[in-house]
């Protein structure tokens, strides 16, 4: 079922912990969310990981990071803050303004109530709006791609409270709101696996002073939390049917016939 998202898993993230020097082996200087996340994606495309979205909250912030995604050819829904400007052109439906004010103009006709997924209490919906602001060809980003890929904006609303939530998507042409909410909604699994790494196996309970210090402690927290969950999703593993009584069963049954057929 995600055969066109196959590794969403390198959506980008990073530690909240300052970088950390291996010569000097105290912390260096403190580097922003933006290019560290533009780094981690570069490399997961420079070794070719295959993946064909990324998702992201706003602490990640855009730009650079959406030129990049667009001349890899990958799709993206980015989450953005309350003043990002958007505009539309080439569209029956003129828009321009901040996400926000976009937002206020709205009908109930826009909004359709999707699940981004399953929780812990079930599937998690809200309500949701997509506009589609521009259609682009993919050669303008990279002259060995083609065929047309979509900009647009998503926006999320809390049931309960009304509380927005705002995206910015790139998309090839076609793709629709259920697949963008569900990329958005795949995030969510990926922040519950860091959380019981944190609290199960330690991921953040460290007291490194070195870099490699830091990297052999994640590696084999993630290691060891990998391994769990290939051990739980076997041993929770619907049991298989025993066909093979029934097999010999309707053998029997007939090299019976054959005999009286012969006689």
Known sequence: MWSSISAMKARCWSSTRPAFSSRARRPAEWRDNTPVAAKMIARAIAARVP??????????????????????????????????WFGSWS??????????????????????????????????WHDWAYLELADLDAG???????????????????????????????????????????????????EDSFETAKNEFGLDHNETRSWHGWHRHVSLVMLTFAMMAAIRRKANAPPQKNTSRATRTRKASSVGRSRKSAE
């Open 140 to 190: 303008e980003f990279n002259a060995e791609r083609s065929g047309p890929w979509t900009r647009g904006l998503l926006i999320r609303r809390h049931i309960a409270d009304g509380e927005l939530a705002y995206f910015t998507t790139w998309c090839p042409a076609g793709t629709s709101i259920k697949q963008l909410v569900a990329v958005e909604g795949h995030r969510w699994a990926i």
């Open 51 to 84: 993946f064909a979205w990324v998702a992201g909250d706003s602490v990640y912030g855009v730009g650079d990071i959406e030129r990049d995604l667009r001349r890899a050819g990958k799709g993206y829904v980015l989450g953005v803050a309350a003043n990002h």
């Open 91 to 124: 569209r029956k439906r003129s828009i321009g303004g901040s996400a926000e004010e976009i937002a206020r103009t709205l009908k109930s006709v826009d909004w359709r109530r999707l699940s981004a997924g399953s929780g812990t209490k079930g599937p998690r």
